[in-house]
């Protein structure tokens, strides 16, 4: 609960599942990634460099930019071409959603595991149309640009927002707020999630964890 | 070519393109996380966990607790399968002789059957090896919670001491208010929630207190099915805690239940759409509960009994009254219940109200009860003397057999007689008993008010106020009962609790899902007959019976004094503390010739207030004199006015914080009274101001109770005279015609010095009604306001001074110096015992004891 969410909504066709996805994502990491930080003795660190690049789109009339990372970039691909994989398998009326969440780590003593505990969630709920004509799909191709451009300017006003984020961490904590695994940017922890049904039921695991916490609390 | 001679010239030390990454980039410095305390996770556990270490006063406290209510558990148990099946009563009881050859004494030792055989009595016995397994699960549970817990709550005692810069050892004399104040303080600096800037105390109630408002909200709606009218018994109630435990299992935190987390409600049920099929699932996971229930019975039994067993303790320790023959009941304990009210604020209020609630309960003996116990006692007691001074001529006496027993068995029974013939001195004056219960308690149907003296309200009242012998009986019963009423009601209201949880469920930012009521909005929730006629926009459905909204809402504005509400609420506070002050101001006047609206349609806190008013000046004036009995009844009216009249001054006290610095010049010439009189050592030590800002919110604190319970009598007043006209307005006046030539003190009015002849009185200063004194200097200042102030400063001194430091604490820069380690309940510092008589503590004093501050009067 004690974390932001916000919650994007886009309807566009199958085949511009993927990039509407990326551009999304990209977006909103862009804003939230910083340069490798290089630590110097004296507790403080100086930030590296972050490159961009623009992205054109293919099937949207679209132009995005993002962190000229490639590994980020292969990561995020990877996560959106496994949704648009299940998004088409599932059959159903092609409702989706992905979430991209930012944490923090902290770490707890000996009984409890680490906590991952989320500050911030990006919703990405897609609704997938099928159109009849190439008409329609230049028309959409056209809307969904100008769409995702609204998007991006909801996205750059909430993070322009002054809100809590994590305090920038000393050299041992770095790994607890920044993922430090890329060599060239280092965006804040994230987790990629997706969900297809609109069902959302709680998970079997999740209820007996409750069950058993709340038989424990005091 | 000439030489050119420019200004340009080349620059010498040319600088080296230095590879970048170097000192000439910009540098930052880390602000790390210096605490661990930003953004925790689950607020909701996190500050049930602060409050309930603040309750348990402590971290050693609640260590020690747990660990000896373990060891507890494991020696009754041990020591009852002991006593069962491991001793030989026969040879106890020198049925069987022991074959000792050397001496004829018979030793414990002897009676201890061998272990061989004690174990194989108990290895045969199946239902005591059943015992023993649920009791061994039952212990592990609470060794495995116990361990968890210990985890839990060293990090939250290490939050008191790092962030809230708490010692555990100065926790239990610090108030929940100064522990709330300092959370919403690092609140700016720590972000625990990351959602805001800044924290509310509405928040964290609403945080700590999310299904209980839930649970409030649906017995105030009759929602649950918790009242039954069966064929024998007639209208009862039952309600008892594993009831309680399957409701919240199915509601909030079981499988499958309406809440998917601690914080939301689950999305579908937000949804009009498919309420059918959600209710059909609802009743459906009902009837699973129910029958699980059913099959689990015996189980439960035996746990229910280890556990009522286990917890009488902490009933003891939490609540002083439980140690009585009646308690609150479970039903009680919600029904009372405001929303948004902590389990601690909920207790002292319950607890400040059993004396005069069982006083109340005593007055309904059965005449006929009386004349046989009368005869019982009479001839059990002939047989007892005889015993007893049979006893006392020849000892040997008491070697015959069951004669201990018998003088034993004659003395219980004579107690118990005894408690059923009323107290010869008792007046029967349930009409003004019930008032200062309701004064407390703050709730109660409309048709009790005027009917106090029948049984049938005495009957309802049983019902929130119930013998113990019936509360453990209940709780017994339970794992019978709850299966069938889960089954057969709680199932048909299936539709019902789903409607309700849509409707009254909003989403808080920054709390997430609460029950609506808990936003305390007049204007969605009030009851028109509650005082918001007008502003409340709710349907039928939407009010919240017996002016609860309107009540809750006072009471939380009261008890945090810092929280701001909404404009409108802010309005609707202000608009009837105005009132109620004008109205108080209003009663001196009354008691007064000199007085002041007869226009206004006979003034409700004169009502409430004239009898006790008149009846403390009665006080004053014959300095605690009444002895005689036939003030008893009133002496109860006394001590509701003595829970009552501290009001006007904390009115005053809170009202008026804007005078404080016009009273600063009064303080000298007020001490310097006081000081006379010696007592008040408050005044005493008017010079010294270092305690003061502590004091003031301790002090406030006190006085919210009382503040609170003037406002519960003025809206039920009200709400009275709103829907029933003058019916019962006789009621209250007699008694007020009864004292009324009594009332104005000759030697008061003629005091030439109001002020300071006046004040020495004021030492009993929370009972000082703006007393008919003053009238002459202030009254003729004209509009209420002014002269609250001007009543503030004419009155008392050590009023002001709590005033001063008040404007600190609660003004807007809320820079709270809370260092205050002023233990909660007394005063335990000497230099501050004296405010002892400041505790306006509207305890029922019994009628025959006269209050003590009275006695001090000089």
Redesign the interface.
């Known amino acids: 609960m004690n974390c932001r969410s916000e919650v994007l909504e886009v309807t566009v066709e199958a085949r511009q599942v993927e990039e509407a996805m990326l551009a999304l994502l990209h977006t909103i990491l862009l804003h939230r990634s910083t340069g490798k930080f290089h630590y110097k003795k004296e507790g403080t660190y100086s930030i590296g460099t972050v490159g961009t690049l623009d992205i054109d789109c293919d099937f949207i009339d679209f132009t995005f930019v993002r962190v000229s990372s490639e590994e980020l970039d292969r990561m995020i691909r990877k996560a959106v071409s496994e949704f648009k994989e299940a998004l088409s398998n599932s059959g159903s009326d092609g409702i989706g959603q992905i979430s991209l969440e930012f944490y923090q780590k902290k770490k707890s003593r000996w009984p409890f595991s680490d906590e991952c505990i989320p500050w911030e969630v990006w919703s990405i709920k897609v609704n997938v149309v099928n159109l009849a004509n190439e008409q329609e799909r230049q028309i959409c191709r056209e809307k969904v640009g100008e769409k995702l451009g609204e998007k991006v300017i909801n996205v750059v006003e909430v993070i322009n927002r002054h809100e809590y984020l994590p305090k920038m961490p000393t050299q041992s904590e770095v790994d607890n707020v920044f993922d430090t695994s890329l060599k060239d940017v280092q965006p804040y922890l994230y987790k990629i999630t997706y969900q297809i049904t609109d069902c959302l039921g709680t998970s079997v695991s999740t209820t007996m964890r409750r069950l058993i916490k709340d038989t424990l609390a005091l | 070519m000439a030489h050119f001679d420019t200004e340009y010239q080349r620059l010498e030390a040319s600088y080296s393109d230095s590879p970048p990454?170097e000192e000439n980039?910009?540098?930052?410095?880390?602000?790390?996380?210096?605490s661990?305390w930003?953004?925790?996770?689950?607020?909701?556990?996190f500050f049930?966990?602060v409050y309930?270490l603040h309750q348990k006063n402590g971290f050693t406290c609640m260590l020690m607790g747990e660990i000896f209510e373990l060891v507890q558990l494991l020696f009754v148990v041990g020591f009852t399968v002991f006593l069962a099946n491991c001793v030989d009563y026969d040879i106890l009881f020198a049925n069987k002789f022991v074959n000792h050859t050397d001496s004829s004494k018979v030793t414990l030792p002897d009676a201890f059957i061998p272990m061989d055989v004690c174990s194989n009595r108990i290895r045969d016995n199946a239902f005591v090896i059943f015992v023993l397994i649920i009791s061994g699960v039952f212990w592990l549970?609470r060794f495995?919670?116990f361990i968890?817990?210990v985890?839990c709550y060293w990090e939250i005692r290490s939050f008191y001491i790092n962030a809230l810069k708490m010692s555990m050892s100065e926790l239990p004399y610090a108030t929940w208010q100064e522990v709330q104040a300092r959370i919403v303080e690092i609140q700016k600096e720590h972000?625990?929630?990351?959602?805001k800037k800044e924290l509310t105390e509405l928040d964290i109630y609403h945080r700590i207190l999310r299904f209980k408002n839930y649970m409030v909200a649906m017995v105030n709606k009759s929602l649950l099915p918790v009242r039954f009218r069966l064929p024998m018994l007639g209208d009862c109630v039952f309600y008892t805690r594993g009831l309680k435990y399957n409701f919240e299992l199915i509601f909030f935190?079981?499988?499958?239940s309406l809440f998917?987390?601690?914080?939301?409600l689950?999305?579908e049920y937000k949804r009009g759409g498919n309420r059918m099929e959600l209710a059909n699932r609802l009743a459906c996971r009902i009837l699973w509960i129910g029958i699980a229930n059913l099959l689990l019975c015996p189980v439960i039994l035996v746990w229910q009994i280890l556990y009522a067993f286990f917890s009488y303790t902490e009933v003891i320790k939490r609540e002083p009254g439980s140690l009585g023959a009646r308690c609150w009941s479970l039903y009680g304990r919600c029904y009372l219940r405001h929303f948004n009210e902590l389990d601690h604020e909920l207790m002292s209020r319950l607890s400040k109200g059993y004396k005069a609630a069982s006083k109340y309960m005593n007055c309904f003996l059965s005449p006929l009860l009386t004349v046989v116990a009368k005869n019982v006692a009479f001839f059990a007691g002939s047989l007892l003397a005889v015993l007893i001074a049979l006893t006392i001529y020849d000892e040997d006496v008491l070697a015959v057999e069951h004669v201990l027993s018998s003088i034993t068995l004659l003395g219980v029974c004579i107690t118990v007689c005894r408690s059923f013939i009323p107290d010869k001195h008792m007046v029967f004056c349930p009409e003004q008993l019930l008032r200062v219960i309701l004064a407390h308690i703050h709730y109660m149907p409309d048709h009790w008010q005027g009917n106090a003296h029948r049984y049938e309200t005495r009957d309802q009242f049983s019902q929130l106020f119930q013998y113990k012998a019936v509360f453990i009986l209940e709780e017994l019963l339970s794992p019978v009962v709850t299966p069938i009423i889960l089954i057969f009601c709680l199932r048909r209201k299936s539709l019902e609790i789903i409607d309700f949880f849509r409707h009254f469920t909003v989403e808080v930012v920054g709390v997430?899902d609460t029950c609506s009521f808990a936003q305390m909005d007049i204007r969605q929730h009030g009851h028109p007959a509650w005082m918001s006629e007008g502003k409340t926009e709710a349907s039928i459905y939407q009010q919240a019976e017996d002016g609860k909204t309107e009540l809750s809402l006072m009471h939380f504005a009261i008890t945090n004094p810092q929280w701001q509400p909404p404009r409108e609420t802010t309005h609707f506070i202000s608009q009837l503390k105005e009132r109620v002050h004008r109205e108080a101001t209003g009663v001196s006047s009354d008691t007064h010739p000199l007085s002041l609206s007869e226009s206004e349609p006979r003034s409700l806190i004169a009502n409430l207030l004239a009898g006790p008013s008149t009846l403390a000046s009665v006080h004053f004036v014959r300095d605690g004199s009444i002895t005689n009995h036939a003030a008893a009844g009133i002496g109860d009216g006394a001590s509701a006015l003595r829970s009552l009249s501290p009001i006007s001054s904390s009115l005053h006290l809170r009202g008026s914080l804007s005078a404080a610095h016009r009273a600063a010049s009064h303080a000298s010439v007020m001490s310097r009274a006081m000081a006379g009189s010696g007592t008040d050592a408050r005044t005493v030590s008017s010079g010294s101001s270092a305690w003061e800002g502590q004091l003031t919110s301790l002090v406030l604190s006190e006085y919210a109770s009382t503040e609170m319970s003037i406002h519960a009598l003025y809206m039920h007043e009200l709400h009275k005279q709103q829907s029933r006209g003058e019916l019962s307005r006789h009621t209250w006046h007699r008694q007020e015609s009864d004292e009324s030539s009594d009332s104005i003190p000759d030697e008061v009015r003629s005091e030439p010095k109001p002020h300071s002849k006046h004040f020495p009185r004021s030492q009993t200063f929370p009972t000082t009604v703006p007393s008919p004194s003053s009238i002459p200097t202030s009254a003729s200042a004209g509009g209420s306001t002014t002269m609250g102030q001007e009543r503030v400063s004419s009155h008392s001194g050590s009023q002001r001074r709590y005033s001063g430091p008040n404007t600190d604490s609660v003004g807007p820069g809320r820079k709270v110096v809370r260092s205050a380690r002023v233990p909660m309940g007394g005063w335990a510092e000497d230099g501050q015992a004296a405010p002892r008589q400041h505790e306006p503590l509207p305890e029922e004093g019994s009628e025959d004891e006269m209050p003590p501050h009275i006695h001090k009067v000089t």
């Open positions: 990454g980039l910009l540098m930052h410095v880390p602000e790390g996380a210096k661990q930003h953004h925790i996770e689950n607020l909701d556990l049930q966990r309930n549970h495995i919670k968890y817990n985890c972000q625990i929630c990351i959602h935190w079981g499988p499958g998917e987390n601690e914080w939301s689950k999305p997430g």
